[in-house]
């Protein structure tokens, strides 16, 4: 309804893996990792509350 209104995100390109080590690699990795573990904790938590919220209102009408 107001996608329109909502600033355009910018994709960001991805980032040079030639230039890195092998070390430098698996830290790549582990940051990876540990920011799909933060953002998938966003969602159920997002969810968790959607989830709430529609019972809330199921049970109020």
């Not at 998938?40 to 997002?46: G, L, N």
Request: proline share 5%; hydrophobic share 45%; charged share 30%.
């Amino acid at each position: 309804m107001f996608d329109d209104l909502e600033p355009q995100k910018q994709t960001k390109k991805p980032k040079p893996l030639d230039d890195m080590s092998v070390n430098e690699l698996k830290d790549y990795v582990a940051a990876l990792q540990a920011e799909i573990i933060r953002v998938e904790a966003a969602i159920k938590a997002k969810v968790a509350h959607m989830a709430a919220m529609d019972a809330l209102f199921k049970n109020s009408s």
